[in-house]
């Protein structure tokens, strides 16, 4: 259907939305990835649109992220294991390295049980923003 180059490659936007993905909820510390606005986190839940991942493929590769952390854990490591893990898994994938990578940490995610550590289905603390950003042009 498509006369692709044979020294080319194809790759689609959900395929490189699916390796961010995967790499940055890989990543220690991360909890969830954080919508800007209110009617993006309701889409995002419906499946709609891919919350707090925001790409941009022409004529740079630049990502933005928009992340979750569980509380008590330093926000800079975090940022740097996710830009580290994000831009290997892109490059690996993909074949070429990100232009840019910007990391948001919008939120910090806490245990109700007071058990320390934080994971998935807990609540998001009250009134908590950070932000970490990544260096570019890698």
């Known amino acids: 259907m498509f006369d692709v180059p044979s020294d080319r490659v194809l790759v689609t936007r959900q395929a490189i939305l699916d390796v961010i993905r995967t790499a940055a909820l890989g990543s220690y ?9 209110p009617w993006s986190r309701i889409l995002g839940r419906l499946g709609l649109v891919e919350t707090g991942i925001r790409l941009s493929r022409l004529p740079r590769l630049e990502v ?3 992340l979750e952390v569980a509380a008590g854990l330093p926000v ?5 294991q996710v830009e580290s893990a994000v831009r290997y ?14 990391i948001h940490v919008r939120g910090l995610r806490i245990d109700p049980s007071g058990r320390g550590s934080a994971g998935r289905g807990t609540r998001p603390a009250e009134g908590s923003r950070a932000a970490a950003t990544g260096p570019e042009g890698r």
């Open 89 to 102: 898994a892109v490059r690996r994938a993909v074949g070429r390295d990100l232009d840019r990578l910007t």
């Open 76 to 80: 800079a490591e975090v940022g740097r």
């Open 64 to 66: 933005d992220l928009d």
């Open 29 to 37: 510390g991360v909890t969830g990835f954080a919508g800007r606005r």
